[in-house]
């Protein structure tokens, strides 16, 4: 019965320090994977906070710039109109003054042919005096007045096709600063949609972010409920571990001295008296007696140890005389009592 409580008992602490070995592992385990999360937790809480910080202050620049590029093309296009009502003001006037020139350069025209059809008249009755004489003058004269009207025309003419040209390039110049304009302005909705869609992807990614930290904290918090009842388990596993190792103890101090006691009371009856007035004297008589006794028992032994190894004792003798067995079993029972005496004052 003994026997079986002691190996019960045994395979129990076993059993007990294989599962604390297993618990101090998986809290080894726990506390890195705690240290890995409350560093991960660290970082992400630095990120976010940067994040948090680096939102509002770029939400506020892409907004201070897109203010900005808006008012830029609303000044351009108010530039770009009043450029292009100046130019056609411009057009418009210069239209008007060819228009003018052209009624003066015509009416010019007119009264040069009036006055010339009038000298005509006088030339003809002038010549009609004077005919043989002035008609050589006036063919040199008619021909002359031909040459200064033909030269107007050609000048008219050619100050026509110079308006004309002016008129086309300016139109063509016109044209290509329009769709110069339009191109700026598509190139500036394009910048435009795309900062916006990128503080789109910020704030989803902070929205991201949010949500993973908030997982984060809640798989912190259960591992830290996990790992506090893993210590309190680990605890009571102690606590038990170190009852039942007391207990082995016990058991197995008195397991060797119920043997010793055995093994007195087969080889050497008559010290049964002696050892049972020993055990009385140790449970009744106090520490201090308790150890002058031990300390006589020793010195007591350790003078007859000599004697048994110089003269060891005939084969012959008498149950009477102790066995060098017996002795030795004596050495371990009083080696047992001195254990007793120094446990049972810290007991």
Do not use: W
Not at 317 to 333: C, D, F, G, V
């Amino acid at each position: 019965m003994m026997d079986d409580d002691r190996e019960t008992s045994s395979f129990s602490a076993q059993r007990l320090e294989a599962e604390l070995q297993r618990c101090r592992l998986r809290c080894k385990k726990l506390s890195s994977e705690n240290s890995l999360l409350s560093a991960l937790s660290c970082r992400l809480e630095e990120d976010r906070k940067d994040v948090e910080r680096f939102l509002p202050h770029h939400s506020a620049e892409l907004e201070e710039q897109l203010q900005e590029l808006q008012e830029r093309l609303k000044l351009q296009q108010l530039a770009h109109t009043q450029e292009l009502q100046e130019l056609k003001l411009q057009l418009h006037q210069e239209k008007l003054q060819l228009q003018e020139r052209t009624e003066l350069l015509s009416s010019e025209v007119t009264q040069q042919a009036a006055r010339v059809k009038e000298q005509q008249e006088e030339l003809k009755q002038q010549l009609k005096q004077q005919l043989p004489s002035v008609e050589q003058l006036l063919q040199l004269r008619s021909k002359l007045q031909s040459a200064d009207l033909q030269l107007s025309l050609d000048q008219i003419q050619h100050e026509e096709e110079e308006t004309e040209n002016t008129n086309r390039l300016l139109e063509n110049q016109l044209s290509e600063m329009m769709e110069e304009k339009k191109e700026e302005l598509r190139e500036l909705k394009e910048e435009s949609t795309l900062l916006l869609e990128q503080n789109k992807a910020l704030f989803k990614e902070k929205e991201v972010l949010q949500l993973s930290l908030g997982n984060l904290c809640h798989d912190v918090d259960e591992v830290k409920a996990n790992m506090k009842q893993d210590s309190l388990q680990v605890l009571s596993l102690t606590k038990d571990v170190e009852e039942l190792r007391r207990r082995l103890q016990q058991l197995q101090s008195k397991q060797e001295v119920r043997t010793l006691l055995s093994t007195l009371q087969l080889e050497d009856t008559p010290r049964e008296n002696v050892v049972s007035s020993m055990k009385h004297q140790h449970q009744t008589a106090p520490p201090a007696v308790v150890g002058a006794q031990q300390q006589r028992r020793t010195e007591a032994f350790e003078r007859k140890r000599p004697q048994t190894t110089e003269t060891p004792p005939p084969t012959n003798m008498t149950n009477s005389h102790r066995t060098p067995r017996a002795q030795i079993y004596e050495q371990k029972l009083l080696e047992i009592l001195q254990r007793r005496d120094h446990q049972s004052p810290s007991g």
